[in-house]
């Protein structure tokens, strides 16, 4: 019994190194067939020499097999719990080798064989199993199963305040821009959704409530409020108010969900009928509510390991099941830079939007696009003058998330070659 199971031991080791040698060159079926056979006869024919210490043989076949899965094995071609891009192979340069080892050395880090899978049990094992910090530092787990992100350039985005002088430049260029796009015609509003912490704070963890007091938010609303005003969208306090009736930010995500959606269109399409009164606002009980238990969020990629937690997804559906059509998309395959055009049925108001948008306009999208013959949607966070000419929309939207106020330190560089205008104002007046 014993020399049976010592030579299944053998052969299984020996196959898998076998497998992973022969799988880049057969198919895996024939590779298979192929590993099986070879491993059992070498076993049994090592077996056969009772001059040959098994142990021995058992602790060298076992060196080797993990010593070859990393090198031979099928490389990682994602990292699906880090969204990010993998090394690519470096090319080889005599006039300077190190640079190909050292890159070689990176390649090999994110992409040897069983990498996500190791990663992935390691994060379990660390955080739900033994109740410790998760592996990554790019979230948090908070109070009660709340996910948060930690990146020190995400908390500096919303909490380091701005100067005197960069509060100067924001509400210049707010302004500039703000009258720029009226001598063209256009009304131009900028609504900056809050990240989840600002709305969900009971739920950080004592240190990111201490980290983040601060908010850069608050701050550029106190200065815009004392002086000339903008058409700049506010709802923190509607979001405050609402998540006491439902939850509006998933727990596992950085986003709010439709409900969270429906609250900042509320907000904004009211300012917009300031201007054009032929629009009517929806409301909540125009919609009908359907769920799906079980969305993981973007959160838990960056916990490091596939966590167990979830959200619950609710859609707002229209009772009288008219929704936005899209008639273009470019579909790139990264969300920056995509275009969306989308045309409401029955709609015959003659307004367009153009909407600059982030990923927070991916359930604002099919509230604010009820109202208008054509709506264009661009992921991007700066201004893009040229495309907005070529729609030639009778409302510029910029959503921007909280986190990219300071895109706005800069002017295009269509506002900012148009000296002319310019000449007409002053900085020092802000």
Same mark, same amino acid.
């Given at each position: 019994?014993?020399?049976?199971l010592?030579?299944?031991t ?9 497998y ?8 895996e079926?024939?590779s ?9 006869i %070498?076993?049994?024919?090592? &077996? ?5 210490s @098994? =142990? *021995?043989?058992?602790l ?6 993990v ?8 490389k ?10 993998l ?5 080889w ?6 640079t190909?080892f050292?890159?070689?050395q990176e ?14 049990f390691?994060?379990?094992l ?6 410790t910090?998760?592996l990554?530092?790019k979230?948090?787990i908070?109070?009660?199963g ?6 020190k350039?995400y908390?500096n ?5 701005f100067t005197k002088?960069?509060l100067? %430049?924001?509400?210049?260029? &707010?302004?500039v821009?703000?009258?720029? @796009? =009226? *001598?063209k015609?256009?009304k131009?509003?900028l609504t900056?959704p809050p990240?989840k912490?600002r709305i ?8 990111m409530?201490?980290?983040i ?12 409020n004392?002086r000339k005003?903008?058409n ?5 306090d509607?979001?405050i108010?609402?998540k006491?009736q439902?939850?509006?930010y ?14 900042g269109?509320?907000k904004?399409?009211n300012?917009?009928?300031?201007d054009?009164?032929q629009?009517?606002p ?5 919609y009908?509510?359907t769920?799906?238990d079980?969305?993981p969020?973007?959160l838990?990629?960056?916990?490091g ?5 979830s959200?619950t997804l609710?859609?707002?559906v ?5 929704i936005?059509?899209?008639?273009y ?6 969300h920056t830079g995509?275009?969306e055009?989308?045309?409401?049925p ?9 909407v600059?948008?982030?990923s927070y ?8 696009s009820s ?12 201004l893009?003058?040229?495309k907005?000419a ?7 939207l ?5 986190r990219?106020?300071?895109?706005y ?11 002319t205008?310019?000449s ?6 802000y």
């Open positions: 019994m014993v020399n049976y010592k030579h299944i053998l052969t299984v080791c020996l196959t898998i190194i076998c992973l040698l022969s799988v880049r060159f057969l198919d079926i024939y298979w067939i192929i590993s099986i056979v070879v491993s059992f %070498i076993s049994y024919l090592i &077996l056969r020499n009772n001059n040959i @098994f =142990n *021995k043989l058992f060298t076949s076992s060196f080797l097999l010593l070859f899965i990393p090198f031979v094995g099928e990682e071609t994602e990292s699906f719990l880090e969204k990010r891009a090394a690519e192979f470096p090319k340069r005599w006039n300077n080798v190190w190909f050292f890159g070689y390649y090999f880090d994110d992409r040897f064989t069983f990498r996500n899978d190791i990663i992935d390691y994060g379990n660390k955080y739900e199993k033994l109740k910090k998760p990554s530092n979230a948090v908070g109070k009660e709340w996910l948060f992100i930690t990146g350039d908390l985005n919303i909490s380091v305040p002088e960069e100067q %430049i924001l509400h210049y260029n &707010l302004v821009t703000t009258e720029w @796009f =009226n *001598k015609g256009v131009y509003y900056i990240v912490p969900y704070s009971e739920y950080l963890p004592d240190y409530k201490v980290r007091h601060f908010s850069r938010l608050e701050q550029l609303n106190n200065y815009l004392e005003k903008i700049i969208i506010d709802y923190r509607e979001l108010k609402r006491t439902q939850q509006i998933y727990k596992t995500d950085t986003h709010w969900n439709e409900y969270g959606a429906f609250v269109y509320t904004i399409i300012e917009i009928i300031k054009f009164k629009i009517t929806l409301e909540l009980k125009d009908k509510e769920k799906t079980g969305l969020g973007d838990i990629g960056m916990l390991y596939n966590s167990t937690m959200s609710y859609n707002l229209r009772i009288d099941s008219l936005p059509i899209l008639t998309s470019s579909d790139p395959k990264q995509k275009i055009e989308w045309k409401m029955n709609s015959n108001n003659g307004l367009s939007i153009f600059v948008r982030d306009s991916e359930h604002l999208r099919k509230f604010l109202h208008f013959d054509k709506s264009t949607y661009v992921w991007t966070t700066d893009p003058i040229q907005i070529k729609s030639k929309p009778d409302i510029v910029h959503e921007l998330i909280e990219y106020i300071h895109f330190l800069k002017l295009p560089p269509e506002i900012k070659n148009d000296t205008f310019l007409n104002y002053n900085i020092e007046d």
